[in-house]
């Protein structure tokens, strides 16, 4: 079932399953493999977006949550609140003090429901892609090498480097992975994250693997702060890895990535732990390189026990952010709560809400440290998840907690948690009797309404939140790629009536 290998490929690379529930065996005949979509009208963005510009001396710091759909910021502003004392309901997270507020129509050119890398190159390119492909054109099919040469499309983070902007991503997951890999890779197979991933033939074709081209990136000037996991991907296949002797690396071609972007340049900083970390200098002109996992990163809920040590979200925020301070030219930053997406596909509510509050601490810090008048944040998400908020819990209810039945239905009613899925592992039939369970447990897994061995996306608008420059400029209902004009809007223009091309009607 195509659907399914969907579902497992995007969770390749993935550390093992958190939760200790079992999965249960797929059922193997309800999933759609119909996935004919035809391509919708022409997205692409309007010629003079990328027409000779200077840079505005303004900054972009664009946070993603993979995966944070609306009812992910509902149940994790509910989550927070109730952490903070509160009923929960009445929370206020970080980024919901922004006023521009547009919602986010995300579907990939082949796909009703999206992926990461679709999504992501419509954002930091300007253009609709297809599910699967890094920042190349809808003609691209997945895995097709020469198409996908002759059909690059230029992103935000190939601009703003040769404006002279600074640049930087940090993120949970890998910084391969489809998220941050959008903004300076371009590749016809997202999962291509080393060259052992690549097929020969497409080596061969000339395509290069993610890593190789983060380190090749603008030409080997690299990108300035790189923040994330997934060093496996940068190391050779005979390399051991410094915090888990029982791990490699991934290369094939036993090349030391980073050996070589450090003898490349000098002044140039590689660290792998938090001790690491926290002895960096934000205050020096060096690009730092930090991976801090074999694989991803840590969930939130999890990091903690890490051996190595591993930064928060909001550490690494706040490293970038002071990094770039006096930078002249301005800075494009993106941060990635990348593991939101990978809680919610194991059905694994706590996780995604402690990852969700994770991010949200992270846009705490930019606000905090940053000025309105000079640096646009931009809080969005690539794509929905399938969770839901049902029942009627009173107000207060524990968010991970089941929902109270009335006494007159107390015979012929089961408790049920506020939060399910409408698929994924978490499908019981007969459904579990919750009466003694636990389900605000760190590794209870929610109820699915569908067989599957993993949850998938959900299809639904996505919200995108902005304050500062170009803000007001996001609006409305929009084409997900609209966003790349706000970003762009607020890096090399003054925000004019004329150039807020944000809504429906602008997509021709
Ligand atoms: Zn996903």
New binding site residues.
């Given amino acids: 079932m195509r659907s399914i290998v969907w579902c497992v490929l ?2 390749a690379g993935c550390a093992a399953d958190p939760t200790s529930t079992p999965a249960p065996a797929a059922t193997s005949t309800s999933i759609s493999t119909s996935i004919s979509t035809p391509a919708p009208t022409d997205t692409s963005v309007a010629a003079d977006i990328v027409s000779p510009a200077t840079p505005s001396g303004n900054n972009v710091i664009l946070f993603v949550g ?2 944070m759909g609306i009812s992910t910021i509902t149940a994790g502003r509910i989550y927070r609140g109730q952490q903070l004392g509160g009923t929960g309901e009445e929370h206020v997270l970080a980024f919901e003090t922004f006023e521009n507020v547009a919602l986010v129509k995300t579907y990939n050119t082949d796909m009703q429901v999206p ?2 890398a679709g999504t992501m190159t419509a954002i930091v390119t300007g253009e609709k892609t297809r599910a699967g492909v890094l920042s190349v054109g809808a003609d691209v099919e997945r895995g097709d090498c020469e198409a996908a040469l002759a059909n690059p499309l230029r992103t935000l983070f190939e601009i703003a480097v040769e404006h002279g902007l600074r640049t930087g991503v940090v993120t949970t997951t890998t910084v391969t992975h489809a998220t941050p890999a959008a903004g300076y890779a371009h590749a016809p197979d997202r999962d291509w994250e080393a060259d052992s991933n690549v097929p020969e033939e497409a080596k061969l074709a000339g395509c290069r693997d993610i890593a190789q081209q983060l380190i090749d990136f603008n030409e080997g000037k690299g990108i300035d702060v790189v923040l994330g996991g997934g060093r496996q991907n940068f190391r050779p296949v005979s390399a051991v890895d410094p915090e888990y002797a029982d791990q490699y690396g991934k290369r094939n071609d036993e090349t030391d990535l980073i050996a070589h972007w450090q003898k490349e340049a000098p002044n140039r900083q590689f660290v792998w732990n938090l001790e690491q970390f926290n002895a960096l200098r934000p205050d020096t002109p060096d690009q730092v390189l930090g991976l801090f996992e074999p694989s991803h990163m840590k969930f939130e809920a999890d990091r903690a026990d890490d051996a190595g040590g591993e930064p928060s979200l909001a550490e690494m925020t706040r490293f970038a952010i002071n990094k770039f301070a006096n930078s002249r030219h301005g800075y494009l930053l993106v941060v990635e709560g990348g593991r939101i ?2 809680a919610h ?1 194991f059905g694994n509510a706590y996780r995604a809400m402690t990852d969700m509050t994770a991010l949200d601490d992270a846009v705490q810090v930019a606000k905090d440290l940053t000025d309105p008048e000079d640096t646009l944040i931009l809080v969005t998400a690539d794509h929905s998840h399938t969770l839901t908020i049902a029942g009627y819990p009173p107000r207060g209810n524990p968010i991970l907690g089941t929902v109270p039945i009335p006494q007159a239905y107390a015979g012929f009613m089961k408790p049920y948690t506020t939060l399910t899925y409408a698929n994924g592992p978490g499908y019981k039939q007969p459904p579990a009797d919750l009466s003694e369970a636990d389900t605000q447990a760190k590794d209870y897994r929610q109820a699915a309404a569908v067989a599957l061995p993993v949850e998938t ?1 959900a299809g639904e608008d996505v919200a995108a939140y902005a304050q500062g420059p170009n803000a007001s400029a996001l609006r409305g209902v929009i084409e997900q790629n609209r966003i790349f004009d706000v970003l762009y809007g607020a890096l090399f223009r003054e925000p004019t009536a004329d150039n807020q091309i944000t809504t429906q009607e602008d997509v021709r």
């Fill in positions: 995007i969770l993979d995966g992926d990461s997406d990978h596909h996306h």
